[in-house]
T-cell receptor
Framework: AQSVTQPDIHITVSEGASLELRCNYS??????LFWYVQSPGQGLQLLLK??????LVQGIKGFEAEFKRSQSSFNLRKPSVHWSDAAEYFC????????????FGKGTSLLVTP | SAVISQKPSRDICQRGTSLTIQCQVD?????MFWYRQQPGQSLTLIAT?????????ESGFVIDKFPISRPNLTFSTLTVSNMSPEDSSIYLC???????????????FGEGSRLTVL
């Protein structure tokens, strides 16, 4: 069965520290991979996406993610976290066979401390 | 990018009533999706709505409970029927930005409609 796993429900980092949010997937086909961010009371905003090509993807707000096929992972990283990065982060996976309906992970809530 | 407007942004509803959520997009799109985000949970796809055809529902969701209309390429509605407290959720409309050549693009989301059922 297709699935997306975000192992960390909550993560707390200090402002200025580096961040890595984990995402693992189980898909039969080559997936399309996405990271979305949801700030409190806001809709979802796309941070970055991977379809093919270079496995290191750059996104907005200084985020990047690396697709590792051998590990079935698509972890999100940021070298230096800002207080405004506090939000809920969702990894999502889709493929052509699903008609482009995305399968979302349960999300990771990021708290940034001073 | 697509700009998506949802109405209402939030509402408080009584048990047993029905509410229709509207989704308006600023450009023509082929595929529109309705997601549900229950409190503290991730997003779950309810159905895919394509213009000119019946909506396709995911497992666990049925047309009688969540009827959907898609009268044109820029508009869709989702009705939550005979509501119960378990229907308290954020309902999100999303559209696909399909790239040239048919390659799938990203999903754009509306800001959601937060429903509380008493």
């Amino acid at each position: 069965a297709q699935s997306v796993t975000q192992p960390d429900i909550h993560i707390t980092v200090s402002e200025g520290a580096s961040l890595e949010l984990r995402c693992n997937y189980s898909y039969g086909a080559t997936p399309y991979l996405f990271w979305y961010v949801q700030s409190p009371g806001q809709g979802l905003q796309l941070l970055l996406k991977y379809f093919s090509g270079d496995t290191l993807v750059q996104g907005i707000k200084g985020f990047e993610a690396e697709f590792k096929r051998s590990q079935s992972s698509f972890n999100l990283r940021k070298p230096s976290v800002h207080w405004s990065d506090a939000a809920e982060y969702f990894c999502a996976v889709g493929d052509l066979n699903s008609g482009y309906a995305l399968n979302f992970g349960k999300g990771t809530s990021l708290l940034v401390t001073p | 990018s697509a700009v998506i407007s949802q109405k209402p942004s939030r509402d408080i509803c009584q048990r047993g009533t029905s509410l229709t959520i509207q989704c308006q997009v600023d450009s023509q799109v082929t595929m529109m999706f309705w997601y549900r985000q229950q409190p503290g949970q991730s997003l779950t796809l309810i159905a895919t709505a394509n213009q000119g055809s019946e909506a396709t529902y995911e497992s666990g969701f049925v047309i009688d409970k969540f009827p959907i209309s898609r009268p044109n390429l820029t508009f869709s509605t989702l009705t939550v029927s005979n509501m119960s407290p378990e229907d308290s959720s954020i309902y999100l409309c999303s559209v696909e930005n399909r790239l040239a050549g048919g390659e799938s693009g990203e999903l754009f989301f509306g800001e959601g409609s937060r429903l509380t059922v008493l």
